[in-house]
């Protein structure tokens, strides 16, 4: 915008933004996007077509309604792909539009992209597309939770009546929750980043609490919504199983979330960065300076307070789920804690070219920060990407070895169901230099095997389930054995040797016995 009030978009800039965004971003995930590995729930999905696996029971109504009208209810991981890296774009492309609206300002190039990386190049995102057939309906509820919002902060400046606003925005807010339950902490997160940014804001505290009347308001209608729709057809404790508080002591529970909030701040273990804490660290820095420039020029600083209190405001709501649960929360459900760190680089360019535009190196300061800042989440993306390939390939080299050997056992005995027992931690993933471990080096075809043999009874069927469905997707069927073969093998395979050795794979009365790794 050439005028500071202006509303117009040049749109020969956006299309520039949006493809420097895409290519970005296909850059960082479109190998893992578009991989046919068998990632989380991808057996279980792509074998049982049309099936909404355990989304209904869990709440996740809308996870299931957009399936089915998207298409993605039939799963190809190629279109979900395909939907998905869109949708990356189309996101950010309406974060960057409503930023725009709200700061009555045009963003320049470098602005909006690095906003876009900050907002989807981060490790919790490759967790999130581990879990491929999720991705994109993820995407969209979040696009569907900005959209919401937008129709909030914008009711009055739209041809539409206000009433009409506020129903579409109920509505979008309240299907992008049954999405996801991390929609909520999005929404949050969102609501106080765009009132930070907003021009429009009251000012002074009366209309601060008015403003937070408002918008509480709506929330809790989203959230009362949601929640009748989920009950009606949840019909699993999956959410209030992960809530800590009350099964823990008070004391354990609030150590608990301290570790939590320090591992994000100080960037402990693979999927924290210092991005989040560089980009808040700097506003407050930036705050503190506006603040003081004003106090020397005598202005009233009441409004400069309201701006740290929301800003403080914003830097909690990462850490909604945390307070929640009374834990850590799983690492692909905190999707907020990018957005906050996204919010935060907008917040800091704007009070830097508001306070200091007739010199130019301050903004370049604060872009060069946050490009540093953006090295650490970007590197830790594409070293994951890569592991994730090596233990890909590791598990199809070791699948194929598995397979070798138990066809041999196949082609004497005839067409049995195989049983496979034993703990597959010896075998895994052995990663070079280059990778970041995940899952302890467990591969793709061990790993979720032994987590089956030992979260559910009885112990080695559904590891064996889990280990046919992964030979499955690449086109070889073999039959789980039953409950009863499968804890008749258990005994028998005692006194086995382990795979590879031999006679670690032998033929049973009806099926065929694999011992994998010791028994426990």
């Not at 429009?200 to 509480?216: A, E, P, V, Y």
Request: proline content about 3%.
């Amino acid at each position: 915008m050439n005028n500071k009030n202006e509303l117009m978009f040049e749109g020969r800039d956006k299309v520039v933004i949006a493809v420097l965004i895409f290519v970005l971003l296909q850059m960082c995930y479109g190998k893992m996007l578009f991989s046919t590995n068998v990632y989380q729930d991808f057996g279980a999905v792509v074998l049982n077509q049309g099936t909404t696996y355990n989304w209904l029971e869990i709440g996740r109504y809308g996870l299931v309604l957009l399936r089915y009208i998207f298409g993605t209810i039939n799963q190809n991981v190629y279109y979900t792909a395909f939907l998905s890296s869109i949708f990356f774009v189309v996101t950010s492309m309406t974060f960057i539009c409503i930023i725009e609206y709200l700061i009555k300002s045009n963003l320049n190039t470098i602005t909006a992209v690095l906003f876009s990386l900050m907002l989807f190049v981060h490790p919790i995102w490759i967790e999130q597309i581990y879990f491929q057939f999720q991705s994109f309906e993820i995407l969209f509820a979040i696009f569907l939770v900005a959209t919401s919002l937008y129709l909030l902060f914008s009711a009055d400046d739209l041809c539409l009546p206000n009433v009409i606003c506020y129903l579409c925005s109920i509505c979008f807010s309240v299907l992008a929750f049954g999405v996801y339950q991390s929609m909520l902490n999005i929404y949050i997160t969102a609501c106080a980043g765009f009132y930070l940014l907003s021009e429009r804001r009251g000012s002074g505290w009366k209309n601060l609490f008015k403003d937070m009347f408002f918008h509480i308001s709506f929330f809790m209608i989203d959230f009362l919504a949601y929640e009748i729709i989920s009950h009606i057809f949840s019909q699993s404790d999956y959410i209030e199983n992960q809530i800590l508080w009350g099964q823990l002591p008070v004391k354990d529970v609030l150590l608990s979330i301290i570790v939590y909030i320090k591992n994000v701040f100080i960037g402990y273990g693979t999927f924290y960065t210092a991005t989040y804490t560089i980009m808040l660290g700097l506003a407050l820095l930036l705050w503190l300076v506006h603040t003081i420039i004003r106090y020397m020029q005598k202005e009233k600083l009441s409004n400069d307070f309201i701006d740290l209190m929301i800003l403080l405001g914003l830097a909690i709501t990462p850490f909604i789920l945390g307070f929640i649960t009374g834990k850590e929360p799983y690492i692909r459900s905190q999707l907020a804690l990018p957005l906050a760190t996204a919010l935060l680089f907008i917040y800091n360019v704007k009070v830097v070219s508001l306070n200091f535009s007739r010199n130019r190196i301050y903004i370049v300061a604060v872009l060069g920060i946050s490009f540093i800042a953006l090295y650490s989440p970007l590197s830790t993306v594409l070293r994951l990407t890569y592991t994730y390939d090596i233990v890909a390939e590791n598990s199809q080299y070791i699948s194929c070895k598995l397979s070798y050997d138990i066809d041999k056992v196949l082609e004497e005995s005839g067409n049995l169901p195989i049983a496979v027992v034993g703990n597959p931690s010896n075998i895994g993933c052995t990663s070079n230099s280059a990778c970041v471990s995940p899952s302890d080096g467990m591969s793709d075809i061990f790993y979720p095997t032994y987590y089956q043999n030992y979260q559910y009874e009885p112990h080695y069927y559904w590891g064996t389930v889990w280990m046919t469905e992964y030979y499955k997707t690449y086109g070889i069927s073999y039959s789980p054995a039953s409950m009863e073969q499968v804890s008749e093998g258990v005994e028998v395979a005692r006194e086995m040797p382990t795979w590879p050795a031999e006679g670690s794979i032998i033929s049973r009365d009806g099926y065929i016995l694999v011992k994998i790794g010791e028994i426990e």
